[in-house]
């Protein structure tokens, strides 16, 4: 088992601060929004938050999908503070002293840029159908504001360098897509894993150049079964099987080919798809009764963050994989990515 040594997990992402509620049919119809989908706030979603806030009990909690999975991570290696480095935009506001407080208070390191005019991001995370669906609509905000001069500046350049790790969701490719390629293009270069989630269906398809461009420095590529149903489509792979599309984006072009690409597609309570070298491999996840199921929104964050925490100890991928369902599981019998004080992971 490797040293787990400080700043060893470095990611980028859209830090926000979720607004959490239950809310009826009714809700997601007034504002034109899916039951489980995930898409950016445009001005028809405005008075939404407001709204949310007067008709529906809300609760605040550290989010943004990149932040969720550092977050997890972290959390399960108590032993080692500040192993994880995350940054991205958020405001010197009551919602970023929350998000700031809450993030180091689970040990990571953050080096947030802070922006003057924007307040913090937040997201709205309408549950319905008791926990089964989940529908994101984020409002950037600060967090659309994040400039490649923040990772830039010497010192947080050099904490790039100090880390063997590297994992970005594919939301900031929306945001800095030059801050993603540096530090894709500085881990191919270096022999070290540079990690990608798909995200969200949106992404693969409206931003599928940035998403391609960085693509080749991509060692681990994350997802679920829509998001790869929604890659493959635009990548004309002409198959809908998951196994199929996992494979076919495995042996996509790579620039550092000392390392073979693994893609992970997670499929809700269906086995965890893995292709490696060729080959699939399939890991059943933890059944939860429908009783014990809150809600769903985190759990594949949480679950990236569950592989995280094993693999940057250089634990087998079988291993990563139960750690990562383990950190599933936990979120989804919880309200939101929230985190019980200690983990008994064994």
């Known amino acids: 088992m490797a040293q787990v040594r400080e700043g060893i997990l470095f990611a980028y992402g859209n830090p926000l601060l979720d607004l959490m509620a239950t809310v009826d049919e009714e809700f997601l119809k007034k504002y034109d929004l899916k039951a489980n989908d995930a898409i950016l706030a445009d001005d028809k979603h405005k008075t939404m938050f407001e709204d949310m806030e007067k008709n529906f009990d809300v609760e605040y909690i550290p989010g943004g999908a990149t932040q969720n999975a ?87 350049w050099a904490l790039v360098e100090k880390a063997g790790f590297y994992y970005i969701s594919a939301f900031p490719l929306t945001v800095s897509p030059p801050t993603i390629q540096k530090i894709g293009e500085h881990a191919a270069k270096n022999n070290k894993p540079f990690m990608l989630n798909l995200s969200a269906p949106f992404l693969c398809q409206f931003f599928k150049d940035p998403m391609m461009e960085v693509f080749p420095c991509v060692d681990i590529l994350f997802g679920n079964e829509s998001e790869a149903a929604t890659f493959a489509e635009q990548q004309n792979f002409g198959t809908t099987d998951i196994k199929e599309i996992a494979l076919k984006a495995a042996a996509l072009p790579k620039k550092n080919e000392a390392r073979k690409r693994m893609v992970i597609f997670t499929q809700g309570s269906d086995p965890t798809i893995v292709a490696y070298d060729g080959k699939i491999t399939e890991y059943p996840v933890i059944k939860v009764s429908d009783e014990n199921l809150i809600d ?51």
């Open 296 to 346: 769903t929104n985190g759990a594949g964050d949480a679950f990236v963050g569950g592989f995280l925490a094993q693999y940057i100890q250089e634990k087998d991928v079988a291993e990563c994989v139960r750690c990562a369902n383990y950190a599933a599981n936990v979120i989804i019998q919880r309200s939101g990515c929230s985190l019980p004080e200690k983990p008994d992971f064994q």
């Open 70 to 156: 550092i977050r997890v991570a972290q959390w399960l290696l108590p032993s080692s503070p500040n192993a994880t480095t995350f940054t991205g935009c958020i405001a010197k506001d009551k919602f970023g002293d929350k998000l700031e407080e809450k993030t180091r208070a689970v040990g990571v390191n953050t080096i947030y840029q802070y922006h003057g005019s924007e307040p913090t991001g937040t997201s709205a995370v309408l549950v319905t159908d008791n926990g089964k669906n989940r529908s994101l609509v984020a409002y950037l905000a600060a967090a659309n504001c994040f400039s490649k001069d923040h990772i830039d500046k010497e010192e947080n």
